[in-house]
């Protein structure tokens, strides 16, 4: 109870409550608190209603091409078992050297040695933050690397060369609201938009050189008679922004924000060109369908749909589609870029893969939707509770290829990605989650790999005053870590995981892991596990393991008061 007693906590409940925002950011505690509702108990369910793992459709994905490679037809069934599904590293490599397979043949192996290399647990580089990081993502060439984070500040790293990062500049959103919900990266690397929970987007330059404020773009404002921007007129007042993505020609931004809207902004003209209530919940997540063309996007909300957008025709609020088959709000939908292909993460434990030409049409989507089980029952809370699976059933109307489960998105938007083409072979589809990992799943719903982020970070920075929330009986707070996103380098076997780490998870981290081969520690310098601050300098504090003293009472108390409690806590 103690966070809820903190002033700045009780703040934004009450400003998101009179703005009739529902704040699904998350709080840095969850012990001690039950949900705020509970479900009805039902008798048990099928325990056979799970998805079939693995997945017939996924598998005819992985065997189409469309999603990575498989061994060469030429090897036996018997020999696929012991030597073709577990060849060596080695061998690919030799073979590529020696050169004496075909054309056909060479170029398979090399797909399949770039398919081969999932990243390890073990860290490369662990980057440490004072505060938790919402969003880190590598750009489309892999050069660049940001962090946005939740002291409103995104850092941004030069990674032409993956494995040795440069720390590159700093920039502000000077009046955030709680923290930044997302940041996007212009397609030529020249500017970067990220937003708060407010209707404002700031657009800052990446060069180095430039030190000037960002550019502010307000997403509220509507455009007066002849086109012009009117910034004194506002869309039904204030929103917030959840989601930001730059359009495949960097013309337009589209935001997904609180009250269920999606805006399409033009940044030359800095007018709104469409602003569309399209669901009845928060938007969480927005994308663009192919970065070739601006026009087609898709929407993830809380209402628990993904819906289909044609920007062309937009003026009657009418969808071109939607899909169906999540039963608990989206935290996050990602495109393949190739206009058929899209990613969701649920609230319901699950991860889908969807398929344009299977979309629901906009009329079917309004008549099926009434009667629906989720538009009868309570929203599960997912920042405060444990999803019982027990609640989990297949929606009958369900339009999605494929669904992945085993991974936990709990506590906040955790956000899935497909794995890009070159260092992949586009293979696979991943996830953050609320256990401290990435899931890295194969398309037929089979788990390819997982990296622990949270067992390569655990006690890589000190206590400091971590005692300050214990009780006397208690040592120290655990350590816990939730990735809340991770990014694929597009050329190189090698993720970042964007995490909430650290005792009691006050603070933050972002984690380089590569390929290793299986090894437990290297020869060069620097070694693995190498801790750094935020602009990449060795900092001796990250290994200090002195036990720190425990604060007295009376010391914990004044804190306490310094922290703006209302109530100090009382030693028993």
């Known amino acids: 109870m103690q966070l809820l007693q903190n002033s700045d906590v009780g703040r934004l409940l009450r400003f998101a409550a009179q703005n009739g925002f529902d704040e699904d950011e998350d709080d840095d505690d969850d012990g001690g608190f039950a949900p705020r509702w509970r479900r009805s108990r039902r008798t048990r369910p099928d325990p056979n209603r799970f998805p079939k793992v693995p997945s017939d459709r996924g598998t005819e994905l992985m065997n189409s091409g469309t999603f990575g490679s498989n061994e060469a037809h030429v090897v036996t069934s ?24 075909s054309p056909a043949k060479q170029k398979l192996n090399q797909r399949l040695m770039a398919q081969g290399m999932i990243p390890a647990s073990n860290a490369d580089m662990i980057i440490h933050y ?23 500040k995104v850092r941004m790293y030069d990674t032409s ?47 180095p050189n430039d030190k000037g ?83 087609i996007l898709y929407s993830g909300s809380d209402d628990t749909t993904l819906k289909v957008w044609d920007t062309r025709s937009m003026g009657d609020n009418r969808a071109a589609g939607a899909f169906i088959g999540h039963i608990e709000g989206l935290t996050y939908i990602d495109s393949k870029g190739d206009g058929r292909y899209i990613l969701s993460n649920g609230k319901d434990q699950s991860m889908k893969l969807w398929d344009l030409r299977m979309v629901m049409p906009s009329g079917d989507f309004e008549r099926i939707q009434p009667t629906r089980r989720v538009s009868r029952e309570e929203r599960f809370d997912y920042r405060w509770g444990t999803f019982d699976d027990n609640d989990w059933y297949h929606d009958e109307h369900d339009n999605s290829v494929v669904t992945f489960r085993g991974h936990r998105v709990l506590r906040t938007l955790i956000r899935c990605h497909f794995s890009p083409a070159a ?15 990435v899931y890295i799943y194969n398309m037929d719903a089979t788990l390819a790999g997982k990296v622990d982020v949270r067992a390569a970070t655990k006690n890589s920075r000190p206590r400091q005053d971590a005692s300050l929330w214990d009780d006397d009986d208690d040592v120290s707070i655990p350590w816990k870590t939730c990735v809340r996103d991770a990014s694929w380098h597009p050329n190189a076997p090698m993720i970042v995981a964007s995490a909430w780490n650290g005792y009691g998870m006050q ?42 003293p425990r604060l007295s009472a009376a010391a914990r108390q004044a804190r306490l008061r310094t922290l703006g409690l209302r109530f100090a806590v009382r030693d028993e």
């Open 507 to 548: 603070h933050g981290t972002c984690t380089v892991h590569s390929w290793n081969d299986g090894a437990e520690d290297d020869e060069a310098e620097p070694k693995m596990g190498l801790r750094v601050n935020q602009k990449l300098e060795a900092d001796p504090a990250f290994y200090d393991e002195t036990p720190r």
């Open 161 to 207: 060369n993956p494995y040795k990062w440069r720390y590159y500049k700093t920039v502000d959103y000077p009046f955030g609201q709680w923290t930044l919900t997302d940041a996007s990266l212009s397609p030529d690397n020249r500017y970067l938009a990220y937003t708060s929970i407010r209707s404002e987007v700031c657009l800052a330059p990446t060069d």
């Open 130 to 152: 004072d505060e938790p990081v919402y969003s880190g993502q590598f750009s489309d060439d892999g050069n660049f690397f940001f962090s946005a984070n939740k002291d409103y």
């Open 78 to 101: 018997n020999d696929r078992n012991s030597i073709g599904k577990k060849k060596k590293l080695a061998l690919r490599i030799l073979d590529r050297e020696l050169a004496i397979e």
């Open 423 to 437: 260092s992949t072979n586009s293979r696979y589809v991943y996830t953050g989650s609320e256990d401290g990992k």
């Open 213 to 295: 404020d960002p550019y502010i773009l307000d997403l509220g404002g509507v455009a007066a008679p002849g086109g012009e921007f009117n910034q004194g007129r506002r869309l039904a007042g204030s929103f917030g922004i959840w989601s930001i993505r730059y359009s495949g020609d960097g013309r337009e931004l589209v935001a997904g924000t609180t009250g269920g809207s999606i805006v399409v902004y033009d940044i030359e003209s800095r007018r709104v060109l469409h602003r569309i209530f399209g669901h009845h919940d928060d938007v969480n997540a927005v994308c663009f369908a192919d970065k070739a063309s601006p026009h």
